[in-house]
């Protein structure tokens, strides 16, 4: 035996499906940070702007690096309280990876954290 739908309910999921209602949402994007002791980096989705920022003065700086879709990288040495930033084009929707590297003052990697998934 099969249930019957009352025309009220048809009509109401007919309409609901019709305006788009249930259908999912356009990508939206994902931010991400990673703060250890060293320093601290970040991907902004809104403006696809990567961002380093060495908390104290070592022999090593930080780096921001994003992979996978759209690469680039910025670095910071100084220590100084300032965020080193870089405005990427990277088209929206984007999968992204970031980690935070430390580099010496040649930009030889030393050491990098794990990744995290960001999307623009």
Known sequence: MTPKLRPAAVAGALALAGTGLGAPAASAGQSEVIDVKGGRVVFQHKGEIL??????????G????????????????????????????????????????????RGAVISCSHSEHAVA
Do not use: F, Q
Request: hydrophobic letters at 30%.
């Open 51 to 60: 961002k380093a920022y060495a908390k104290r003065a070592t022999d090593y």
């Open 62 to 105: 930080v780096r921001a690096e994003i992979s996978r879709d759209a690469p680039g990288s910025v670095e910071d040495h100084s220590s100084d309280g300032r965020w080193v930033s870089k405005n990427l084009s990277i088209r929206e929707g984007a999968k992204l990876r970031l980690r935070l590297c430390y580099v010496n003052h």
